[in-house]
């Protein structure tokens, strides 16, 4: 009998900038209705597995790894800039903070991973990659003081990384939101 993990991959975000964010959030949404990600679980999904076996973890970290090495260049920066939702604006499900990736450094991380992923069954995404940082899952309209909030800020900078970290997580759902448990760790 084998074990279901719900699984992602993604890439860390710096100290700083997560730092700047979480200080954004607590002054720019005090007393907000929005239920923001935790500051330990922000990160940049470069791929959602969902439920594994757990008996295939090993493999996918090797394939990974195997990724990593294949990478042509070293990371660059990348700017945390601008908000967005998905789908859309009129009808938002996730609030998220943009990317801006002028190498195309994450977009490479993207097809290596999912190169290294396709040999091992897993499908390609269908939807094409589109680096950002989830602020919040939105599960009722914004009201007026939050869309306020939102106008006024939209153009927001939080500054420049390099990421660093390319990170298989676990994703463990809990009454509170999820928690994240780092399964394997590889430097980009």
Same mark, same amino acid.
């Given at each position: 009998m084998f074990k279901l993990v719900r699984t992602f991959i993604?890439?860390?975000?710096s100290d700083e900038i997560n730092a700047k964010i979480q200080q954004w959030i607590n002054t720019q949404w005090q007393g907000s209705?929005?239920? %923001?990600?935790?500051k330990e679980n922000r990160h940049i999904t470069i791929k959602f597995l969902g439920n594994v076996n757990k008996g295939s973890l090993p493999k996918i970290s090797e394939a990974l790894g195997e990724a990593v090495s294949k990478l042509n260049r070293n990371s660059s920066?990348?700017?945390?800039e601008k908000?967005? %939702?998905?789908?859309?604006e009129k009808n938002p499900h996730v609030f998220w903070i943009g990317l801006k990736d002028s190498s195309g450094y994450l977009a490479d991380i993207?097809?290596?991973v999912e190169n290294e992923l396709r040999e091992l069954g897993f499908s390609r995404d269908e939807r094409s990659f589109h680096a950002h940082i989830t602020l919040a899952r939105l599960k009722k309209r914004l009201d007026d003081n939050d869309?306020?909030?939102?106008?006024?800020?939209?153009?927001i900078k939080f500054g420049e990384y390099t990421p660093s970290k390319l990170v298989l997580f676990e994703s463990i759902l809990?009454?509170?939101?999820a928690v994240y448990d780092k399964i394997s760790e590889f430097s980009i």
């Open positions: 993604g890439v860390t975000l209705p929005i239920r %923001f990600i935790k920066e990348i700017a945390v908000l967005g %939702f998905f789908p859309n993207f097809n290596v869309r306020t909030s939102i106008d006024s800020c939209k153009d809990k009454g509170k939101g």
